[in-house]
Every structure is written in structure tokens, then in C-alpha cells.
């Protein structure tokens, strides 16, 4: 990585650990936080002293502009522990500069790379005890920043505040995954801040998502908003489909998240010799494979369940079922990509990065 010390970061330590009171066993998706969290402000133009500090609550004015325009980036990544105890991150650059991507879409200010990763670095280093060894554990890693300037008026704001907060995290089973194929509703649009990792995005998918849940499906697969007739995103993940023994995936855009896990897995199935296509799938064909079985699998992709497979997808009311199969490619390449991770298997690809 080539972060560069340049900003020396004040660390201000907690004086008690809460790590005894955690059942790492037992870890329910990001709502466990470690003792630290790291923040920097951008005020007058500039970027402020960096602060490692206490993880806390904070005071914030009722006018503050997140609260009313909605200015806030965030990205999602993890940090693992090898047998050694070295401390190791997937790709961070490509979540970096994702960051700053958002952040130039939604008028908020770069952050510097030294910052950023030397922030993340020295955070993960104080609270290394949280970060758990072995397949599957690692720390899941929240970036973020938000509009801090006060006052309701609808311009971008002068002042931000960007943050990290770390939690501990392990492998989860999401349990039998059924999506409802949007005819309607849309995630993004062209023109719009789908590729931003922008908090609107999720606000925005919520209600759409609970009306699946209500006719019970987990999920949303979203389609192009001008059309739905084009197979875009999984919920909050990129989304795969194996038909014919080739994977299938729709290329990025503006409507399409760029995510880490679907660029890995793509080069992962290729270095496996698996047939990879990357092109827009369309509903009708989804509809047919299943109806003509050469649909085999449908998976999400994304760093918090890193794969995610699908067992069934309804359309236009009507249900099907996939095939269900011991050996499926969503857990070869889940099963290939993890042991890369969690160094347990050696990385050819130049991916993993320790700190
Ligand atoms: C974060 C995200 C993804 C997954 O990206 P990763 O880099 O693989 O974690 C996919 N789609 C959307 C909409 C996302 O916000």
C-alpha cells in the first residue's frame, strides 16, 4: 500500500476494554464495536488533525445537513488475522478510491490516502485483540463521512467529518435466500448515485424490500429502471447467474456498484477455468433457463457475506425454484476466495496486504 506517514494522528486510548464482554461465538452482523474509533474533520478547506479516540457517542446539532440532504458515503470492508497474528487487508486500494468516487458524486471532499489508510492501520493495530483468527472471522471495517455543517439550507456543506468504526464479525449463513425480480421499483438510474456507495441509496431500498418481505422473499433483484427488463443488483450486492455452465454477471455502470467481490470473483472463476461472461442478463432469459433447467445457480456478492447463494426467484408471480446441488460454484469460488483472505492459501493474485 502506499500510504505515506505525512499527518502525525493524536491517539487518545481508552481506559477500559469491552472485549470481555463479547461472545465472539456468537457475533450478530456488525453491531458489536471495538474500544476505538478514528475521526477526522474537514473544516475552513482543510482536513484537521486526525484522532484515534474512545468509541463514543457524539453531539451533533439538530440542523446538522446529513439529517436534511442526506450527505453520507460509507464503505465496507474487513481486515484478517493469520496464524501468525499478522493483520491483513483485501484489496484496500480498490476500496479507497471506491471512497473517494462517492464522495466527489455526492460534492463532499476527497479524503487523503495517508489519512485513510494510516487511520485504518494505526485503528486496527490498538484494537487488534478484537480481530479473531481462522476461516470466516475477520473485522469488518466501516468507513465513513458525513455532511457536519449546520444549518437547512440546500447547498453542499462547508464542513465533514469522516470516521471509522470497527466490528468484529464471523461467517454467517443467511439461510434460504428467495428474491422478488423487480417490475417496478428501482435501485438506481441512469444519471443517478448508484455507483456511489451513498447511505441514500439503502434508504431508498428499504421500502421496496420490506414489500418483498411481506410476500416472502428476502431479497429484491433489481432491475434497469427504464425498462426492468435488465438483471442489475441483489439486494445490497452484485449478482451472478450460472446458466449452462457459464457465469454470467452484468457489467458495471452507472447504475451497477462496482463491487471488490464481483471483480475477484470474476478473475477467481477464470484462474478456476470457469466460463465467465460479463454482459447484460435479461429477466426473459433467467425465465427461460429456469423453465428449460439450465439454470443452475444464482448468487449476491459483496464483502459482508462474500457469497451468498439464492435457493429461488418469483417474476411476474410466478415462483422457481433453483436446483439444489452439493457442489454448487458459489461455494468453490466462497470457499477459494476466504482461504485467500484469511491467508490460509497462498494469494497469486497480489490481493491480500499487510499492515
Ligand atoms: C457495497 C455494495 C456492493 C458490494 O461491493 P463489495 O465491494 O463487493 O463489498 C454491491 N452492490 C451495492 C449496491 C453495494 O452498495
Known sequence: MSATQTTQIEIIKATTTKINEVDFNNLSFGSVFTDHLFECDFKNGEWQQPVIK???????????????????IFEGMKAYKNEADEIWLFRPDENYNRFNKS??????????????MNGLQQLLHLDEAWI???KGNAMYIRPFMIANGTGVIANPSDDYKFMIILSPVTSYYAGDVKVLIAEHYSRAANGGIG??????NYGAQFYPTTLANQQGFQQVIWTD??????????GTMNVFFRINNTLLTAPVSER????????????????????????????????????????QEIFGAGT????????GFSYKDEYFELPKSETTVASQLKEK???IQNKLEEDTFGWTVKI
Open 54 to 72: 474512545p468509541y463514543a457517542p457524539f453531539l451533533i446539532d439538530p440542523s446538522t445537513r446529513v439529517f436534511h440532504y442526506g450527505q453520507a
Open 195 to 200: 455507483a456511489a456507495k451513498a447511505a441514500g
Open 304 to 311: 459482508a457475506a462474500v457469497v451468498s447463494p439464492i435457493s
Open 337 to 339: 476466495l476466504t482461504n
Open 225 to 234: 429502471d427504464a425498462t426492468h427488463t435488465k438483471l442489475e443488483e441483489a
Open 103 to 116: 464522495a466527489v458524486r455526492m460534492a463532499m471532499p476527497e479524503v487523503p490516502e495517508d489519512i485513510f
Open 132 to 134: 479473531k483468527k481462522g
Open 256 to 295: 451497477i456498484l462496482d463491487g471488490v467481490t464481483r471483480k475477484t470473483l470474476i478473475e477467481l472463476a477464470k484462474s478456476e477455468g470457469i466460463n465467465v461472461e460479463v454482459r447484460s442478463v435479461l429477466v426473459d432469459e433467467l425465465v427461460a433457463a429456469a423453465k428449460d433447467g439450465s439454470l
